[in-house]
């Protein structure tokens, strides 16, 4: 196997997939994009966003424009990049281990896509990264505790106010979450309006709910605190 995939890579060398420049074989991105993600970080990562509703939900990057974020979340989001989406988890886990100690869940729910999306992109983005978590966390991961039943225009066409009536009742829950408490896992955080109608259901149902997006969108987050 070794050999083989030295040959692959002899064939296809590996390349950052922010700038293109050759990289070692596991690397994703170069050590010059690695620096740039410094410039993603959300200043004072004590400090959570916050939903439409008022709901902190803790994260780990701003998504800019000509960001590395934005590359690898593009690439597992649009074009099926898995490795883009566990090298995404990874980071989010390491970012999550102390929080989970002292708030600690049941499980992990990725926010979950309608089955048309899925089929048409072959994957749930939010499952690559919410998994990968789930490994490293060693909490189990619920990808079929809430599904979604709704097939309403896209989040990302749409203003704040009509993100949040296209979801009211955008989600069902599979199983009892009475008592229980769990980590809900989305991609991008604009409004805060997908995680508000997940969360709310399961407190509906008589769970509890913490919050966490990989990137914020930087004006959301910066209306909040700067
Ligand atoms: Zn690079």
């Known amino acids: 196997m070794r050999l083989l995939s030295n040959l692959f890579d002899w064939i296809f060398p590996p390349t950052c997939v922010h700038?293109?420049?050759?990289?070692?074989?596991?690397?994703?991105?170069?050590?010059?994009?690695?620096?740039?993600?410094e410039q993603c970080v959300i200043p004072n990562c004590e400090l959570p966003g916050q939903t439409a509703a008022g709901r902190p939900v803790w994260g780990l990057w701003y998504y800019r424009t000509g960001s590395p974020i934005r590359t690898c979340h593009r690439l597992l989001k649009f074009e099926g990049h898995e490795r883009a989406g566990s090298w995404m988890g990874k980071r989010a886990a390491a970012s999550l281990q102390n929080r989970m100690k002292s708030n600690p869940c049941v499980g992990i729910v990725p926010i979950p896509s309608h089955r048309v999306k899925m089929l048409e992109r072959g994957l749930l983005p939010t499952h690559?990264?919410?998994?990968?978590?789930?490994?490293?966390?060693?909490?189990?991961?619920?990808?079929?505790?809430?599904?979604r039943t709704a097939l309403g225009p896209s989040q990302s066409a749409l203003k704040r106010d009509e993100r949040i009536n296209n979801?009211?009742?955008?989600?069902?829950?599979?199983?009892?979450?009475?008592?229980?408490?769990?980590?809900?896992?989305?991609?991008?955080?604009?409004?805060?309006?997908?995680?508000d109608a997940a969360a709310a259901l399961i407190e509906e149902n008589g769970g509890t709910a913490s919050l966490y997006a990989i990137a914020f969108r930087r004006e959301t987050f910066g209306s909040l605190r700067h």
Do not use: W, Y
């Open 19 to 37: 700038c293109s420049i050759g990289v070692e074989s596991l690397a994703l991105l170069c050590q010059e994009c690695e620096n740039l993600l």
């Open 128 to 147: 690559v990264i919410a998994s990968e978590i789930s490994l490293v966390l060693h909490i189990p991961e619920k990808p079929n505790l809430m599904i």
């Open 167 to 195: 979801l009211k009742h955008a989600f069902a829950l599979k199983d009892h979450v009475a008592g229980r408490h769990f980590l809900i896992v989305d991609d991008l955080l604009t409004t805060g309006a997908t995680l």
